[in-house]
């Protein structure tokens, strides 16, 4: 593993399945984006030796349980499969993204830089964005924050405490895979999470 990686936040992807030479040009198109990568052999896979942020598993033949072989990693698993896979069944496999074949590089590129930060990413060229989850809680603290309410007047709302509320944020923000509030409640806007006219 590159020693800077950590100071210049290039994220490091260990890349599984599709083959010899479909890894490698995963690889080299990941590269290409200023990623690191890895490209571990199907032995190393049962003792991984690598640190990796992301897993990126091309297709899902090469296992059965991508979340399983991305602990084994300490990161993430990203799926790049042939067709768009529904947001519940990328959650139920217990990978952090999908993006299809179909995509472009920008989107996968971003797909491996949001996952690696601690985001999900269920984005297709082809299909509509779909988002990770709310919970009811959570809809409710976008919808305040979509309404320029701050922290305070978030719990007074709520009826809950300024911390509560702030963990709510970072959920939010972790959920949709936003830098900043205001991206997540721009992105929570553009998803339909939001409902502006409700008290």
């Known amino acids: 593993?590159?020693?800077?990686?950590?100071?210049?936040?290039?994220?490091?992807?260990?890349?599984?399945?599709?083959?010899?030479?479909?890894?490698?040009?995963?690889?080299?198109?990941?590269?290409?984006?200023?990623?690191?990568?890895?490209?571990?052999?199907?032995?190393?896979?049962?003792?991984?030796?690598?640190?990796?942020?992301?897993?990126?598993?091309?297709?899902?033949?090469h296992t059965d349980d991508p979340a399983g072989l991305a602990r084994r990693h300490g990161a993430k698993a990203l799926l790049l499969v042939d067709r768009p896979l529904t947001l519940e069944t990328t959650l139920q496999l217990g990978a952090a993204g999908s993006v299809c074949r179909e995509c472009s590089a920008e989107r996968l590129s971003r797909a491996v830089h949001t996952i690696a930060a601690g985001g999900t990413y269920f984005e297709c060229d082809t299909h509509p964005p779909r988002a990770a989850p709310l919970s009811a809680r959570e809809r409710r603290v976008a919808t305040e924050l979509a309404r320029g309410s701050g922290i305070e007047e978030i719990a007074a709302a709520l009826c809950i405490s300024p911390h509560t509320a702030r963990t709510h944020i970072r959920n939010i923000r972790r959920k949709l895979g936003a830098r900043t509030s205001a991206e997540a409640v721009a992105r929570a806007i553009t998803l339909g999470l939001v409902a502006l006219s409700a008290p």
């Open 1 to 61: 593993m590159n020693p800077y990686s950590s100071i210049l936040q290039v994220p490091v992807v260990a890349i599984y399945g599709g083959g010899a030479i479909s890894a490698a040009a995963l690889g080299a198109l990941l590269r290409s984006e200023l990623i690191e990568v890895t490209i571990p052999d199907r032995a190393e896979a049962e003792s991984i030796a690598t640190d990796a942020d992301v897993v990126l598993l091309a297709g899902l033949a």
